[in-house]
């Protein structure tokens, strides 16, 4: 069993930067592929980015492309998501998860709020 805790959210200004970070114990964090996903008020969940379980293959959604970075690093037993230039749109709790293959999504966290000003 894993367990995911995110952390690093909170309220921005548009333009600003945030990164989050999400802590996993209680497994073999190396052999996860990662992603995390946002879910906005009234919106459906949204996955934002994923990264393989070397960290040598990364997707990331066209809407935060050029924007968030994923990565990881596994002597840490952590996945990052680095948000740069924020807009209001980017508002949502944030949640990471974990899968036993690429584009699986087995274990996840209870997630971190991300607010973005204009």
Not at 44 to 61: C, D, F, K, P, Y
Request: glycine share 12%; proline share 2%; with cysteine.
């Amino acid at each position: 069993q894993v367990q995911l805790v995110e952390s690093g959210g909170g309220l921005v200004q548009a333009g600003g930067s945030l990164r989050l970070s999400c802590a996993a114990s209680g497994g073999t964090f190396s052999s996860y592929a990662m992603a995390w996903f946002r879910q906005a008020p009234g919106k459906e969940r949204e996955l934002v980015a994923r990264i393989s379980s070397s960290g040598g293959v990364t997707w990331h959604a066209t809407s935060v492309k050029g924007r968030f970075t994923i990565s990881r690093d596994n002597a840490k037993n952590t996945v990052y998501l680095q948000m740069n230039s924020l807009k209001p749109d980017d508002t949502a709790v944030y949640s990471c998860s974990a899968g036993m293959r690429w584009l699986t999504y087995d274990y996840w966290g209870q997630g971190t709020q991300v607010t973005v000003s204009s």
